[in-house]
């Protein structure tokens, strides 16, 4: 068995955590490869006689690696989608931040965490993605978001107007800072915050938020995620900022846009005795009542 390890940093305090787990895949006889920009900063935390291999890019792992680490915190799991893309490689988040809706395994149950994947006792959830059918070269090859796509307006600018087609059926034309589109598992990032719903990771659809409306009619609006989305900015400012998860840049307000579900989907690790529910209830602490 070969498993990847991704992350963007290491927290001094949490190096201790690294060495744990290094040493747990090594014993196991797991082969270990390390993102290359990770890999300088995992170093210091490297036991003596653990080795391990450099990935620089998604063709490094597929077929070669049979499941992925994210180590950090859900922001991390974003940041690995363009690794695992189509490859169908499993990915297990280990929560080194502070909410981890999608990475689950606590710091403090690595090595535990390691001897479930290594029996095979854990699920797996299977996440759908967003995919930007044009323009196409935004973002390269990259076309896809876990989470959300945003259409905002650039801070110093003034609100914009944003019409939107669902499949090819005129849904509204909203005026405020932006729209945001999110899948089931982005429900509970950004779209939850600017007041959208709660949707369960199976359910087969896609949420359109608004964000900071000019009018207070104007709801979220739950459609099926076979639908194709077509969105055209207006308004007299001429840029906007458009992002899918952690990337984001300006385009001009004669790009329309065209989005879909992606054909593949992203294959989440849950640890037995996981489920959404019961992570909803934990990281949003319902049912708690912190008055004494």
């Not at 945001?180 to 949707?199: E, F, K, Q, V």
């Amino acid at each position: 068995m070969n498993i990847a390890l991704f992350g963007k940093n290491i927290a001094p305090e949490n190096g201790e955590y690294m060495r744990q787990l290094l040493s747990e895949l090594s014993e196991r006889q797991i082969g270990i490869v390390v993102y290359q920009p990770f890999a300088a900063m995992l170093d210091p935390f490297v036991p003596e006689g653990v080795n391990y291999s450099i990935f620089r890019s998604y063709e490094d792992l597929k077929g070669h690696v049979d499941l992925l680490f994210s180590i950090g915190g859900d922001g991390t799991i974003l940041d690995a989608v363009p690794f695992v893309r189509d490859s169908g490689m499993p990915v297990l988040g280990i929560n080194m931040g502070r909410l981890g809706f999608l990475s689950s395994v606590s710091k403090n149950d690595v090595k535990e965490a390691v001897s479930c994947i290594v029996a095979g006792d854990y699920a797996v959830e299977q996440r759908t993605l967003l995919e930007l059918v044009a323009p196409k070269d935004v973002f390269g090859n990259v076309h896809y978001a876990l989470n959300e796509l945003n259409v905002i307006r650039n801070p110093e600018h003034s609100l914009l107007a944003i019409k939107v087609f669902v499949d090819d059926v005129y849904l509204n034309t909203y005026w405020g800072d932006g729209i945001l589109l999110a899948t089931p598992t982005g429900s509970t990032a950004y779209s939850l915050s600017a007041g959208g719903p709660i949707i369960a990771p199976n359910a087969k659809n896609f949420v359109i938020t608004p964000i900071a409306t000019h009018n207070l009619t104007v709801r979220p609006v739950v459609i099926p995620d076979d639908s194709v989305i077509r969105i055209q900015v207006e308004g007299r400012e001429r840029k906007f900022v458009f992002s899918m998860d952690s990337r984001n840049c300006t385009l001009d307000t004669s790009v329309q846009l065209e989005v879909r579900k992606a054909h593949f989907c992203l294959n989440l690790v849950r640890m037995r005795g996981e489920d959404f529910f019961g992570t909803i209830r934990n990281k949003l602490m319902w049912g708690k009542d912190n008055r004494n």
